[in-house]
């Protein structure tokens, strides 16, 4: 290096200038850089890709038995594919289906007979199940909902989940699927009179109008979600259904919100983060009435 007031030539760890006298100053350090804050998710808001009852794949996609699923275009109008291996089969709710292969054998039958047949179609869901099977050869099956909104896929493990009859969208042969009866409280809710329960272990996809935000509640912790959110929850938590405001029924219905479900931890609840009902209230003045 060279002195800056003379020129001089001067060696690299030279402290001062042996022609002119001049001191230089120590080379200081370069700051660290500045690490960037990386984002910490509350598990208590955000839906995990692991961890607590429902377990959610981090990359939208996994394999169960002889077959593998992928959730594409996640978002408003999410599609689940599922690729069969021959003579494997995935059950859906009927009418889910996009698109399917050519060897794929589509069966469509009544769940439970005559009876289980009849819950479903009083809880809301179709009196059929459909039954997909690869016939002779790899197959691949699409899966949306009616409405648009977000699909996840859930890996059970020999666990039991409530879910909304609208929100069930296919899962596993081996899951065990029953339409239970919920009582006046569900149908007051405006749920219906039966709900899903769904037990076992396996893939569990399921779908929401909009999209799907988790709540994790702690031993004695208390949770309000409105009946046309709800989605999915903890078979195991206790609920109850209440007037939103607890001041009064004609305030209560003056807030728009009507009833709702209060929940008891521990557990998780699954919401959807908007209401198909309150939606379709909003495209009701746009619709001609019969008199028109």
Same mark, same amino acid.
Not at 269 to 283: C, E, P, V, W
């Given at each position: ?58 990359? /939208?996609? =996994? ?27 995935? !059950?859906?709710?009927? #009418? ?10 589509? !069966?469509?039958?009544? %769940?439970? #007979? @005559?009876? &289980?047949?009849? %819950?479903?179609?009083? =809880?809301? +869901?179709?009196?059929? @199940? ?8 790899? /197959? ?8 648009? &909104? ?26 065990? @699927? ?10 007051? =809710? ?11 272990? =396996? ?6 109008? #909009?999209?799907? !935000? ?6 004695? +912790?208390? $949770?309000?979600?409105?009946? /046309? ?6 078979? !195991? *938590?206790? $609920?109850?259904?209440? %007037?939103?405001?607890?001041? /009064?029924?004609?305030?209560? *219905?003056?807030?728009? +919100?009507?009833?709702?479900? +209060?929940?008891?931890?521990? &557990? ?25």
């Amino acid at each position: 290096m060279n002195c800056p007031k003379c020129n001089a030539q001067l060696l690299s760890d030279a402290k001062f200038c042996g022609s002119c006298g001049f001191t230089l100053q120590p080379a200081q350090a370069a700051p660290p850089p500045q690490q960037q804050q990386q984002y910490q998710p509350n598990p208590a808001y955000d839906v995990p890709p692991s961890g607590g009852a429902f377990q959610f794949d981090a990359d /939208g996609r =996994g394999k169960g038995r002889g077959y593998t699923w992928e959730i594409q275009h996640q978002g408003s109008f999410a599609l689940a594919v599922v690729r069969l291996q021959a003579e494997q089969a995935i !059950h859906a709710e009927a #009418g889910a289906m996009v698109s399917m292969s050519g060897n794929v054998d589509l !069966h469509a039958e009544m %769940k439970g #007979g @005559v009876f &289980g047949a009849l %819950k479903r179609a009083v =809880g809301g +869901e179709s009196a059929f @199940v459909s039954t997909f099977t690869a016939k002779g050869a790899p /197959g691949e099956v699409t899966l949306a909902p009616g409405s648009p &909104g977000g699909v996840v896929g859930i890996e059970m493990r020999n666990q039991t989940f409530m879910v909304q009859s609208s929100s069930y969208l296919a899962g596993d042969t081996s899951l065990q @699927v029953e339409t239970k009866f919920g009582g006046a409280k569900s149908f007051f =809710g405006g749920e219906g009179l039966f709900v899903l329960q769904i037990s076992g272990t =396996g893939l569990l996809l399921i779908s929401s109008f #909009g999209a799907i !935000h988790s709540r994790t509640l702690q031993p004695g +912790e208390q $949770y309000v979600v409105d009946t /046309g959110h709800l989605v999915a929850w903890e078979g !195991h *938590m206790p $609920y109850n259904l209440r %007037k939103a405001a607890k001041s /009064g029924f004609f305030r209560s *219905m003056m807030s728009g +919100e009507g009833l709702v479900a +209060e929940f008891n931890g521990p &557990g998780q609840i699954l919401i959807q983060t908007r209401n198909l009902a309150a939606f379709a209230g909003l495209l009701r003045p746009y619709f001609p009435s019969q008199g028109g």
